[in-house]
């Protein structure tokens, strides 16, 4: 699993550096079939994560709001920022963890941590598959999905 997750965050990096050759008009408009604009998608994806893995860890939920981080530098540092505390939560014994329950602030619902883990993944993933039709529609090359071949940089590096 935690293989799955370094890898959403190299190509979400990799997302965030493509972002840099678009303009601001594209960077903000809004896209059909989506959480909102490009940037908007890149927030999203950074806030969701974050909110599950503070409820995992059996933290208060922060929210962030995207007009305080609304341009691609303030998401990119809120990513690398989060990032970094929850490399540290990840590289610790999982196996303790995935079997635990979790209660989460915005939903009455009960969930067992290895289902969230598995639910930010495939979040990442739709999202990523979203962007990648963005970029076609506005006739660029997307980033790259595929997993075999890519050399990961494993969780610990980003701390």
Known sequence: MI??????WQV???????????????????QT????SILYTLFHIV?????????????QDVPYIFEDYSSLDEVKALSNTLRKEHALFLRTDLDAVLNQYVQVSWDNQIYQ????????IIH?????GQLSIWARQMNKQP???????????RVEEYI
């Open 143 to 153: 980033i790259e999905s595929h997993y075999v071949g890519r050399q990961l940089k």
């Open 33 to 36: 079939g989506g959480a909102g």
């Open 3 to 8: 293989g799955l997750i370094e890898y959403n």
């Open 124 to 128: 990442e993933v739709h999202h990523i």
């Open 12 to 30: 979400r990096d990799e997302w965030l550096d493509w972002c840099e050759m678009l303009s601001t008009e594209q960077l903000y408009a809004e």
């Open 113 to 120: 941590a290895k289902d969230i883990l598995h639910h930010l």
């Open 47 to 59: 806030e969701v994560e974050n909110s599950w893995l503070r409820a995992v860890q059996n933290k």
